[in-house]
């Protein structure tokens, strides 16, 4: 039997179970042990799903962390706010222990480009250290070279791509990207990463999804996330010809073939409602509801910086 690493906590009568490829937390009825666990991937995904909106804890389950604003990219649909101003290592350091504190499940490092950070492999190590599963998002340039290095402190691994082939996904991230990008996908699955594509769901390329999962399974990856798009940051531009609704993408979905054993799911704009993020310069940032907008910021000082405070979990 394949096992992986889960991060599990008891709330109530109830297990909840995150895990760090799809970003995805699982209620289990079944006690299981608290904090990093390995279990078979096949009977986590077998779980139901919680959602940040019907969460009632004291803090988010999971969190995405931005602590670099810089990349290798300049993509047209991209959510950075490339104003913010990016903390130091030390206030890295500092950030990561706190966010670990808090008790969250997951964090998925992301940015800006995390693989650009030389000190990726002890940010993960802090967090992972209280109890957390790590995974990190990435556009691949650099994961051929990181992934065998970093495989035994990263959890997964989640890549970009847009397409199937870089006729698709080079028209938004640049020559050359996808094919950095599968190469690091290969080396990450070589050095034993869960590694889970995520594509974003644009009017232009809705078209390929079909072929994304199709490459994913030649590629012997964990799944596809297919994430609706955000109209933040610099795709705010995009967004009206872009966009699809959310019935429209579960349309879409519904009817892919998925290969066995290959998994796809889809992360709605309704599902990303609430969802907590940490930016570059350690302030807190949540979805509004659907995630259409930012609604509250503030500065992470102290892990209870991170509850989740009013009726709509604003911050
Ligand atoms: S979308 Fe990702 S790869 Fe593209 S510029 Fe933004 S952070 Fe970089």
Sequence with gaps: MKTARFSAAERGQSTL?????????????ESIPAGRVVLDPRLVSSLPVVVPRDHHGDFPLS????????????????????????????????????????GVLGVDISGGEPLLLGDLADLSRLLSR??????????????RRRAAA?????????????????????????????SRAVEGIRAA??????????TVLMGSTRRFAQEVVHLAAELGVNGVTFLQML??????????????????????????????????????RGDAGGFTVVRADGRIWRNGYPAEGISGLRPLRIADDLALTGPDGSA
């Design 17 to 29: 179970v995150h895990d760090p490829a799809t970003g995805l937390t699982h209620l289990s009825e």
């Design 63 to 102: 969190v995405c962390w931005s602590p670099i604003i810089r990349c290798n990219l300049h993509c047209p649909h991209c959510l950075d706010d490339k104003t913010v101003p990016e903390a130091g290592p030390s206030e890295r350091a500092r950030i990561a222990e706190v966010i670990g504190a808090a």
């Design 130 to 143: 209280r109890g957390s599963v790590v995974s990190v998002t990435t556009n691949g340039w650099h994961l």
């Design 150 to 178: 970093l495989a035994e402190h990263i959890d997964a691994v989640r890549v970009s791509l847009d397409g199937p082939a870089a006729l698709v996904h080079d028209v938004w991230r640049g020559e050359g990207s996808f």
């Design 189 to 198: 699955v070589t050095a034993g990463m869960r590694v889970q594509i995520q």
């Design 231 to 268: 109209p933040i940051g610099e795709g705010t531009r995009l967004g009206p010809s872009e966009m699809l609704t959310d019935e429209a993408a579960r349309e879409l979905v519904r009817e892919l073939a998925v290969p066995s054993p290959t998994t796809v799911r889809l992360r709605t």
